[in-house]
């Protein structure tokens, strides 16, 4: 598949009902509705697999192989959950699957249940001046996938704790769990680069 289009915004107005429309088009073997649906996605895609992977250069064929499953299981949609839901959560796991292939894996994020829930303020303080996005930048960077995931999903992309859940498979109170190690691992390393400040307005 060809790249976007600059002028295609991954925010369309086409909206939830759209996405489904076309994912209905796609399950009756539509393939210019599959082509939209990528113009649709590419964008939001390349910027979440990128930040979750940092390695733009499998970004692109991570798209392809999440579109291509699209095309394959669009018909085991069932309206659960938004589209867009639905397709980062297949991106998702293509990306662990092609990080795995690379490199050992990190562990998996400890399990320990928490009643931490996503603070909107966390990430607002720290995206302000390029300084601070930086060393945020850095630091999200050691963190393991799982982690970084609740993390970009929650204050990149706004999404709920339902919905982060529904991307990564698994329990709303696991979502949880993660987002309340993933701060506290945040506040270690951004300590350890030289940043306390910044690891000051991390919640405990």
Known sequence: MT???????PFSATGAAGEQALLVRVSQ???????KLYFLFHRRLSRF???????????????NDTMLVVWQHAHEF?????????????AYRRALKAL?????????PQDEESSGAPDAEVMEGLAYGVELSDWLDRALERLTPEHRLVIELAYV???????????AGCPVN????????????LRELLARLAAPSV??????
């Open 49 to 63: 697999l990128l930040r979750l992977t940092h390695r733009p250069e499998i970004t692109e064929e991570i798209i």
């Open 3 to 9: 790249h976007a289009s600059s002028h295609e915004s």
């Open 78 to 90: 069932r309206g659960d959950s938004r589209p867009s839901t639905w397709i980062l959560g297949i």
């Open 174 to 185: 696991t979502v949880k769990t993660r987002m309340f190690y993933a701060r506290l691992r």
């Open 199 to 204: 690891a000051e307005r991390l919640p405990p």
């Open 157 to 167: 992309l706004g999404l709920s704790c339902e919905e982060i859940a529904s991307i």
């Open 100 to 108: 795995s292939r690379e490199r050992p894996s990190q562990g998996n």
């Open 29 to 35: 073997g539509d393939r210019d509705a599959l082509r």
